[in-house]
C-alpha cells in the first residue's frame, strides 16, 4: 500500500480500537465492557424499555469516560490526513465518543450514534448533551422527559448509510482501523468497496473476523501503524 497512485477518494472505518490507548474500553476484550455488561442488558431497545435505569446510568457513566479521555496519536494523524488530503475523505466511525473531532478532523461521519448527544423521542430533537439522563432532565425543545442516550442500538438503524455506501462505492482506497468485524453492516463495508475495485487496508492489534478480505493487513497499536501509515499517504 506504498503507493497512492490513482488514489483519490479515501473511505475510512474506525472502531473502538481506535480509542483503546485513549483509555477507553473496547467491546470485545478480554477486560472489555460487555464482561460488566451483557450486551442485551443495555445496548438494545428492548433492555430499554425493560430496564431503563440500568441503560441510562450505564451511558451516563460512558459518556463522563468519553469527556474524561483525550485524543491519542492515531486521531491526531487522522485528523491530519483531513487536513492535508486534497480528494475526497470519510472517516466513519463506529464510536460514539468525539475524539476524531477533539484531534481537528471534520469529515467525521458516526455511524452508531454519540455519547454526547441526547434524542428525544417524544419531539425527535437532538441536543448536545455532557450531563446525566438517569435522573430525567426535560428536553429543552419540548419539555418532555423522554431523552435517551442518541446511540444505534442492536436493530435499529445505523445512520447515514446512504451517505456511507454512496462513499463505498466511489472509494478507491478502504482502511479499517481497530475494529473488530463482529457487527454489521460495518462489516460488510470492505466486501461493498472492494466489490466497486476499491483497495483494502486493514490496521490492527489483531486480524479482524473478516481479516481476509483485505488485501493488506498490519498488525500493531493503532498509535503507531496509524500515523506511519498517514505519513506514508501524504509523502
Ligand atoms: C486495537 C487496539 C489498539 C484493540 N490498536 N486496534 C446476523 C448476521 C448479520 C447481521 C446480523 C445478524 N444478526 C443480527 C444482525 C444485525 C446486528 C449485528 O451485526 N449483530 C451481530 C452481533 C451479528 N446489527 C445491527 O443490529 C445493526 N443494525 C442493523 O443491522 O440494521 C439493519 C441494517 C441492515 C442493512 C443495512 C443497514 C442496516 C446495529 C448495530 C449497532 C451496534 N451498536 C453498538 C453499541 C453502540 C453503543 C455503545 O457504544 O454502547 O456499537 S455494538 C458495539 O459493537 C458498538 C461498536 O460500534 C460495535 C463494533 O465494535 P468494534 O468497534 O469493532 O469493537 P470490538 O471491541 O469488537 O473490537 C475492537 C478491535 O480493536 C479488536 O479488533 C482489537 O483487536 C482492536 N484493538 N486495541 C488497534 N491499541
Redesign the pocket.
Known amino acids: 500500500m506504498g503507493r497512492m497512485d490513482g488514489i483519490r477518494n479515501i473511505v475510512i472505518l474506525?472502531?473502538?480500537?481506535?480509542s483503546?490507548?485513549s483509555g477507553l474500553r473496547?467491546?470485545?476484550?478480554e477486560d472489555?465492557?460487555w464482561e460488566d455488561h451483557r450486551?442485551e442488558d443495555?445496548?438494545t431497545p428492548q433492555a430499554f424499555r425493560r430496564d431503563p435505569e440500568l441503560v441510562q446510568r450505564?451511558?451516563d457513566l460512558?459518556r463522563e469516560n468519553v469527556l474524561a479521555a483525550l485524543p491519542n496519536p492515531?486521531h491526531d494523524a487522522l485528523a491530519r490526513l483531513d487536513r492535508e488530503w486534497r480528494g475526497d475523505l470519510l472517516i466513519v466511525t463506529?464510536?460514539?465518543d468525539d475524539l476524531h473531532e477533539r484531534a481537528g478532523a471534520s469529515r467525521v461521519l458516526h455511524m452508531?450514534?454519540e455519547?454526547l448527544s441526547a434524542w428525544c423521542t417524544a419531539c425527535d430533537a437532538r441536543h448536545r448533551w455532557t450531563g446525566t439522563l438517569l435522573d430525567r432532565p426535560p428536553c429543552p425543545a419540548c419539555g418532555a422527559a423522554q431523552l435517551r442516550?442518541d446511540?444505534?442500538?442492536?436493530?435499529?438503524?445505523?445512520y447515514q448509510?446512504d451517505r456511507i455506501f454512496a462513499a463505498l462505492a466511489r472509494a478507491d482506497l478502504f482502511v479499517s482501523?481497530?475494529?473488530?468485524?463482529?457487527?454489521?453492516?460495518?462489516?460488510g463495508f470492505v466486501q461493498q468497496a472492494a466489490s466497486h475495485g476499491a483497495r483494502t487496508l486493514e490496521?490492527?492489534?489483531?486480524?479482524?473476523l473478516g481479516s481476509s478480505a483485505f488485501d493488506e493487513t498490519r498488525l500493531?497499536?493503532?498509535?503507531e501503524?496509524v500515523p506511519q501509515w498517514v505519513d506514508e499517504v501524504l509523502g
Open positions: 474506525t472502531g473502538a480500537g481506535i483503546a490507548e473496547t467491546f470485545r476484550a472489555g465492557l450486551v443495555v445496548a450505564f451511558y460512558r492515531a463506529q464510536n460514539i452508531h450514534g455519547a442516550p446511540i444505534v442500538w442492536f436493530g435499529e438503524m445505523p448509510m482501523i481497530g475494529t473488530s468485524g463482529a457487527v454489521y453492516p460495518a462489516a490496521l490492527n492489534l489483531e486480524r479482524s500493531g497499536p493503532a498509535s501503524l
